[in-house]
């Protein structure tokens, strides 16, 4: 299995400004993903994450809106740039591994509120 | 229609009951399956992947029909602890094999 990390785990932030969330993993990982999980949803994908590529967005969500770094193997970042109270979720990092099998694992998420 | 869907809930049920969810999924191309469990205020957590075959874990059974496209989870002498929303996954082909999320069905057991 795999240990997943998140800093932080809350945060209360004022309109417009920027917070990066930090995802830490304990073992060295190909394919992380950063989530998000609106009041009452399910989960939605915001984009692919693996090292040594660009970032891969899911429809509706843009680069400079969601910045995203992966400078290794165990570690990566999201940022949520000038946000608004439409931004407040649940922001989950996952990552997948394939052996034993393939298997998805979620961190336990950066609750967000935009004022 | 989305890709995934489930009946919300909330399911109450007595504790011992056994309950039954069910999700359906659009895509045909759809080729892995799975049961997350998600506490409140919790991230999800794997509960079991579901086979064409169907598979069973202790008291909870998992089956597939491709034909129609639709994936179930039995919890057979629920349990108090069992109180959570269960997520059907699905993985499709071409898709990167990005997971797809239902909404999620709420279970409450109560005594």
């Known amino acids: 299995s795999a240990v997943i990390s998140q800093k932080p785990s809350r945060d209360i932030c004022q309109r417009g400004t920027s917070l990066t969330i930090q995802c830490q993993v304990d073992?060295?990982?190909?394919?992380m993903f950063w989530y998000r999980q609106q009041p009452g949803q399910s989960l939605t994908l915001i984009a692919t994450?693996?090292?040594?590529?660009?970032?891969?967005?899911e429809s509706g969500f843009v680069i400079d809106k969601f910045p995203i770094s992966r400078p290794n193997l165990t570690f990566s970042t999201l940022t949520v740039s000038n946000m608004s109270p439409e931004d407040s979720s649940i922001y989950l990092c996952?990552?997948?591994?394939?052996?034993?099998?393939?298997?998805?694992?979620f961190g336990p998420g950066t609750r967000l509120t935009v004022l | 229609r989305k890709e995934v869907e489930q009946d919300p809930g909330p399911f109450n049920v007595p504790e011992g009951a056994t309950v039954a969810f069910n999700c359906t999924y659009s895509?045909?191309?759809?080729?892995?399956f799975f049961w997350y469990r998600q506490d409140c205020r919790k991230e999800p957590k794997l509960l079991m992947s579901v086979y064409s075959s169907g598979n069973e874990d202790g008291r909870f059974t998992a089956q597939l029909n491709r034909a129609s496209q639709y994936i179930s989870l039995l919890i057979r002498d629920s349990k108090l602890s069992d109180s959570a929303t269960y997520l059907c996954v699905v993985i499709t082909t071409g898709g990167g094999n990005k997971l797809t999320f239902g909404t999620g069905t709420q279970l409450k057991v109560e005594l």
């Open positions: 996952s990552v997948r591994l394939a052996r034993p099998t393939d298997t998805q694992y």
């Open positions: 895509n045909s191309a759809s080729q892995s």
């Open positions: 073992s060295q990982v190909t394919m």
């Open positions: 994450a693996n090292q040594g590529s660009e970032a891969t967005y």
